[in-house]
């Protein structure tokens, strides 16, 4: 399994080759990202997430909409990069996160409860589609490290890092009645709600300008003019840009949480295959 091999130190003081998967899940705000990151954690063995909405700026160092004057949470300059690769770095190299590490993310509401929860019966079967995969000697050394992230693929330097892509989108009024039916968000200083207006206002015409290169795409699937998921095989125009190529992009429309992780599922069972055939 073609993977980032790095040699790390056990509890015991024994060293051991960790091999690190990098699982990228990136699309607009409200949709499905966490809770499918969630779901793959739970699926997936020895598995952690990166949220990317760690490493926001502090508030009083944020952008501020021109428009508005309010902060921008939706736009690049709202996230520290360079923190961020860094620490998938360090996760790389130790199979861990760095001890000063705190996920302010995982302590959010935002995907940790959805309304109809999967059931354990219907998890077990992708549970053990995956460890097929895995060969028996690579079982206890393999790491699974999911990137959970409003604009993943923007940086060329973090899209690099990440073995399997995947955008996860829905049409305009969803992923709207989804955002403003949040309570809220923790930050760094406390608490964050949206004002009125803010996803018309800051979040939808940010989507919009920083992932421009899969709104085409995007738009064309949520007007039925293609499938639920753009395979990341698929060869078009649009995938010229460097930010779409190698992703697989699924549109969940208002299909349940069930159908969305199966689907991801279905592909990450398909990009694993792929990633072992490669490495014999």
Request: glycine share 6%; hydrophobic share 35%.
């Amino acid at each position: 399994m073609s993977t980032h091999g790095r040699v790390a130190e056990d509890g015991s003081g024994t060293t051991r080759n960790i091999k690190v998967i990098t699982i990228g899940l990136s699309g607009p705000s409200s949709g499905g990202k966490t809770t499918t990151s969630r779901y793959l954690r739970t699926i997936l063995p020895n598995s952690t997430i990166l949220h990317q909405d760690d490493f926001y700026l502090p508030e009083d160092q944020l952008p501020l909409d021109t428009n508005t004057g309010l902060a921008n949470w939706d736009c690049p300059g709202a996230i520290n990069f360079d923190q961020m690769i860094s620490t998938l770095t360090y996760v790389k190299e130790h199979g861990q996160f760095p001890p000063e590490f705190d996920s302010l993310e995982d302590k959010n509401p935002v995907g940790s409860k959805p309304s109809t929860p999967i059931a354990d019966e219907v998890l077990q079967p992708m549970k053990e589609k995956v460890m097929n995969l895995i060969p028996p000697e690579d079982r206890e050394n393999i790491k699974f490290v999911i990137l959970d992230g409003f604009i993943l693929y923007v940086n060329e330097a973090l899209r690099k890092t990440i073995d399997i892509k995947f955008f996860l989108t829905a049409p305009y009024q969803i992923l709207k009645e989804r955002r403003e039916s949040r309570k809220g968000y923790a930050t760094l200083e406390g608490y964050w709600e949206d004002p009125p207006g803010y996803f018309d206002n800051i979040v939808w015409p940010n989507y919009l300008i920083w992932n421009a290169p899969f709104v085409d795409i995007t738009t064309a699937m949520e007007a039925g003019t293609e499938t639920g998921v753009y395979n990341a095989d698929e060869e078009t125009t649009s995938r010229s840009d460097p930010m779409t190529q190698g992703v697989d992009i699924i549109s969940s429309g208002d299909s349940s949480v069930q159908s969305m992780v199966q689907t991801a599922m279905d592909l990450l069972v398909k990009r694993l295959s792929e990633l072992n055939s490669s490495s014999s």
